[in-house]
């Protein structure tokens, strides 16, 4: 009995300890030049769990550069995953499930604007942590499953 306890306590551990933070996927930048707009696109693994990452997008230009209708989409070579679009907007994200050890394409578009017809973006994907309320809610479930399995052998 003690020792499944203590095989239980380590992998709530161990599980805490992995997915604690985000990692990061990928993060990168470009520039963007023209009013017509102009596709970059980029390719990622999710070989890190867990598997629900998040992507943003964000407009990094300065003055007198800038971007507008900013389109973001996350991509398997046959299927679009999820996507977002905006007009005039600082930043786009979404979260969007993978499949481990898949290949995704993220495929950005903009138009640059201003008297420069141009403008920077960052790309950053990231894992989504798994959050530590949930790890405190599976560790009283395992400790109340214990004690109850105690009071019933006693009983």
Same mark, same amino acid.
């Given at each position: 009995?003690?020792?499944?306890?203590?095989?239980?306590?380590?992998?709530?551990?161990?599980?805490? $300890? !992995?997915?604690?933070?985000?990692?990061?996927?990928?993060? !990168? #930048? #470009?520039?963007?030049?023209? +009013?017509?707009?102009?596709?970059?696109?980029?390719?990622?693994?999710?070989?890190?769990? =867990?598997?629900?990452?998040? +992507?943003?997008? !964000?407009?990094? $230009?300065?003055? =007198?550069?800038?971007?507008?209708?900013?389109?973001?989409?996350?991509?398997?070579?046959?299927?679009?995953?999820?996507? +977002?679009?905006?007009?005039?907007?600082?930043?786009?994200?979404?979260?969007? =499930?993978?499949?481990?050890?898949?290949?995704?394409?993220?495929?950005?578009? +903009?138009?640059?604007?201003? =008297?420069?017809?141009?403008?920077?973006? #960052?790309?950053?994907?990231?894992?989504?942590?798994?959050?530590?309320?949930?790890?405190?809610?599976?560790?009283?479930?395992?400790?109340?499953?214990?004690?109850?399995?105690?009071?019933?052998?006693?009983?």
């Amino acid at each position: 009995m003690k020792l499944r306890l203590l095989v239980a306590a380590m992998f709530i551990v161990f599980i805490g $300890s !992995t997915y604690a933070g985000a990692a990061t996927i990928l993060e !990168t #930048g #470009g520039g963007i030049v023209g +009013a017509d707009g102009q596709w970059v696109i980029y390719d990622f693994y999710a070989d890190q769990g =867990p598997f629900t990452y998040r +992507a943003m997008l !964000t407009d990094q $230009s300065t003055e =007198p550069m800038n971007l507008v209708n900013m389109y973001l989409a996350i991509t398997t070579s046959t299927a679009v995953i999820d996507s +977002a679009y905006g007009e005039e907007v600082d930043s786009l994200s979404f979260n969007f =499930p993978v499949e481990e050890g898949r290949h995704y394409l993220a495929k950005v578009f +903009a138009q640059g604007a201003g =008297p420069l017809s141009a403008g920077h973006f #960052g790309l950053d994907i990231q894992s989504v942590p798994i959050p530590s309320t949930l790890l405190l809610l599976g560790g009283g479930l395992v400790g109340l499953v214990g004690i109850r399995k105690k009071l019933k052998s006693r009983g």
